[in-house]
């Protein structure tokens, strides 16, 4: 089992960046495909990226994509998620999520989930 644990988050105003960080512990992170998830408020959970265990094949959704980019260090243990040029709409709590099997975009596909980090993107 790996307990995950989100940092990074906090207030910033559009246009800004923030880098996401996403620790392991209990077993080696490269043993999982690892996502971000998202949930603003009133809305679904959604999976804004998402990286294969080797690093090697990475998704990101259409809201996202030229903006955030997901990168993993596997001898830390370590995932993180670069986010520039931020927008409000981007404002949610965001979500480490590991799956073992494969890389998936359903949160009900999600083996392991951190408690998540607020990332608030002001106007």
């Known amino acids: 089992q790996v307990q995950l644990a989100e940092s990074g988050g906090g207030l910033v105003q559009a246009g800004g960046s923030l880098k996401l960080s996403c620790a392991a512990s209990?077993?080696?992170?490269?043993?999982?495909?690892m996502h971000w998830f998202r949930q603003a408020p009133g809305k679904e959970r959604e999976c804004v990226a998402a990286i294969s265990r080797s690093g090697g094949n990475t998704y990101y959704s259409d809201s996202v994509k030229g903006r955030f980019t997901i990168s993993r260090d596997n001898a830390e243990n370590t995932v993180a998620l670069q986010m520039n040029n931020l927008k409000p709409e981007d404002t949610a709590v965001y979500y480490c999520?590991?799956?073992?099997?494969?890389?998936?975009?359903?949160?009900?596909?999600?083996?392991?989930w951190g408690k998540g980090t607020l990332v608030t993107v002001s106007s």
């Open positions: 209990g077993r080696t992170l490269s043993s999982y495909h």
């Open positions: 999520a590991a799956r073992v099997l494969s890389s998936s975009t359903s949160k009900g596909a999600m083996d392991y």
